[in-house]
């Protein structure tokens, strides 16, 4: 089983590799396909009902997009716009981006933790990579749609959430409006911006996977977990958030000051009001959960063996109170 995972895990790295390293769009198309054949077996298990239909959901609207990209791709020689827009829409819909943000939330709630950091992190390079490719004056209004679209749903749909796979789903679709703004400013800064979403949302996902949690209630209620958990937790939120001074908000400050320099200021003010949106479900979750004490038990001095492994992922959520300044010069 192990060897399977590793063998199917090397052929996504290779496809993702092929697609974003591709000259062409065959081969992007391609590499694609490789990613997605080895992304399914991945995710799907005969012993979950859940994962199986999420893989099956997933299959089905990533061939959906590959298909439009096969379609688009030989219209290059005949209209420039036409087959921009439809490989814009197609590599959109196979990121998650809203209006075609459909299928993310179900997919993510079927899926294991480590599956999930798959999908949230690994699976969007390939489609976020080929986007930048594509030439920003056909599909600059498409962009600033998806834009709004993206900072507006993430922010509404994740407000009524306490399912914590839910909540990462939409917090994704978000962070894909701030992505894509960063993308039609540079190229470095949509990196720079998916480089920290990775990291932060990884060592979120992580923290739930070692404490076997998919409900806010299972994080806060543990009574045989560390007592660190529940503010780590909660500040862990915060900072996937972007606030201040934590490490989500490095990113979106950049981000922020360069648009303000574009004069893209209509955009601007759609994230902000989101990301205030976003925290506010964050902390309309957390702090009740946080002041509600679960029942007492008695500590013991020996950090629970899980619980230790997270304390180096969880270390990159507060690299914001140590290094801004660092981080503000070399860039």
């Known amino acids: 089983m192990i060897s399977s ?17 591709s000259s062409s769009w065959f081969g992007a198309w391609i590499g694609l396909e490789l990613n997605l054949l080895s992304f399914i077996p991945i995710i799907s298990h005969k012993d979950s009902q859940y994962a199986s239909e999420a893989a099956l959901k997933y299959f089905l609207i990533q061939a959906l997009g590959s298909s439009i990209i096969v379609m688009a791709a030989p219209m290059f020689m005949t209209s ?31 899926l294991k933790w480590p599956q999930l950091i798959l999908l949230m992190t690994a699976q969007k390079v390939a489609p976020m990579s080929l986007l930048s490719y594509l030439d920003f004056s056909f599909i600059y209004p498409i962009l600033t749609s998806s834009i709004a679209l993206s900072a507006l749903v993430g922010a509404a749909g994740g407000i009524n959430q ?19 703004s960063a993308m039609i400013i540079s190229e ?40 660190f958990i529940k503010p780590l937790v909660f ?16 990113p979106k400050w950049l981000i922020i000051q360069e648009l303000a320099s ?26 009740p959960a946080f002041l509600i004490s679960s029942p007492s038990t008695k500590w013991v001095s020996k950090m629970h063996p899980q619980t230790s492994y997270t304390f180096l992922f969880l270390f990159t959520n507060f690299l914001g109170l140590f290094f801004p300044s660092l981080v503000i010069m070399i860039t």
């Open 80 to 110: 420039q716009l036409q087959a921009n827009i439809l490989i814009c829409l197609a590599l959109l819909l196979k990121a998650g981006a809203a209006p075609f943000h459909f299928w993310f939330p179900t997919v993510m709630e079927g």
């Open 162 to 180: 306490t399912l914590l796979r839910k909540i990462l789903a939409y917090s994704s679709i978000n962070h894909m409006a701030w992505m894509i």
């Open 235 to 250: 500040l862990s939120l915060l900072s996937l958030g972007g606030l201040p001074p934590f490490t989500g908000f490095i």
């Open 5 to 21: 995972s590793i063998l199917f895990f090397s052929t996504l790295l290779l496809g993702m590799t092929l697609a974003v390293s």
């Open 188 to 227: 470095n800064s949509w990196l720079m911006y998916f480089l920290f979403y990775c990291i932060i949302s990884s060592s979120i996902a992580l923290l739930f996977y070692f404490q076997q949690a998919y409900h806010i209630s299972h994080v806060f209620n543990q009574t045989g977990s560390s007592p």
């Open 262 to 287: 574009a004069g893209m200021f209509i955009i601007l003010a759609i994230l902000l009001s989101s990301a205030l949106l976003t925290l506010y479900y964050y902390l309309r979750v957390s702090i």
